[in-house]
């Protein structure tokens, strides 16, 4: 998978159009752009000023079936074959798409248990056990991370629930992340799930997963999030929406029983997170599923 497939399409290695087709030996002057597929020599116009100099619009439609081989797609054309929609692969993790994560294997990676919804190539997938610490920190604070890792050769894509994903790379730094956000990471970042500072277990403390070191992180949040940096101004966020914060920030529980001011998720209780010092929170716009109360 390091070059292009025979007789595929790719991504314009120029940028200008969303897809170029590959005969196998060289670049062909057949693209494809915006599901429209037309005719453009590497080195010529925008997609904008490129009069289209091919078969009429439907012939194209045919020409651009073979995704996977003149034969697997015979017969059939639409918006999911004509390439739009194709795996990716100009990197080696990447977002194939706001809703799914890429990663591409060559070291093993950690992933959340079930996220896994497609791979390719000889891949293989085992229960990834918290040690002995963890597992009794996860068992009192409710903060579960259950992992599976992932490892061999191969592409696979991780998805959860349909939420957005977001990939953070991390140089010798630290973030702390809800567990429930966690999608990936790679196995050279070491995790732990620590008690935010500021408050504690009889008084209501919050419990996240810390990753510390270099390597890579996909995050999900349940809508787009607004990221707010600290070092701006005393910065405060619902402990139900908070997705993720720089591990080096200050923080503190603060809890408010102001009868009517509910501005936050409960029943005349309300509990924050202060952020203070230089680093980003990440906030997303929603604060979970809401929790019926059983008879």
């Known amino acids: 998978m390091t070059g292009p497939a025979q007789g595929s399409w790719q991504p314009d290695p120029e940028g200008r159009f969303d897809y170029r087709w590959h005969d196998g030996q060289q ?9 429209q597929v037309q005719r453009s020599p590497l080195g010529g116009p925008p997609p904008q000023a490129q009069a289209y100099g091919g078969p009429p619009p439907a012939q194209a439609q045919q020409q651009a079936q073979p995704l996977g081989g003149a034969d697997g797609f015979s017969g059939i054309s639409g918006d999911l074959v004509d390439g739009r929609f194709s795996e990716k692969e100009a990197k080696p993790i990447a977002n194939q798409n706001a809703k799914l994560l890429r990663v591409r294997l060559g070291e093993p990676f950690m992933a959340r248990q079930g996220s896994m919804v497609a791979y390719q190539g000889n891949v293989d997938f085992a229960y990834e056990g918290s040690g002995a610490s963890k597992f009794i920190k996860k068992a009192l604070t409710g903060e579960g991370l259950p992992l599976m890792r992932c490892s061999g050769q191969g592409d696979v894509f991780l998805a959860e629930r349909a939420f957005d994903v977001h990939l953070l790379n991390l140089n010798n730094s630290g973030l702390s992340i809800s567990g429930k956000n966690v999608l990936a990471f790679s196995s050279s970042l070491d995790w732990n799930v620590e008690r935010v500072k500021g408050g504690s277990m009889v008084a209501g403390g919050l ?21 707010l940096n600290a070092a701006e101004a005393p910065t405060f966020a619902d402990t139900n929406a908070i997705v993720a914060w720089s591990a080096n920030l200050q923080t503190q529980l603060k809890t408010s029983f102001k009868a009517g001011a509910l501005i936050g998720r409960g029943s005349g209780e309300a509990m924050q997170v202060a952020f203070h010092g230089n680093g980003f929170v990440i906030v997303q716009p929603s604060e979970g599923i809401p929790v019926t109360p059983t008879a």
Do not use: E, I, K, M
Not at 27 to 35: I, K, L, N
Not at 213 to 222: Q, R
């Open 207 to 227: 419990f996240n997963t810390t990753l510390r070191g270099t390597g890579w992180v996909a995050l999900t949040t349940d809508g787009a999030p607004v990221v």
């Open 27 to 35: 670049w062909t002057d057949q693209v494809s752009h915006q599901g």
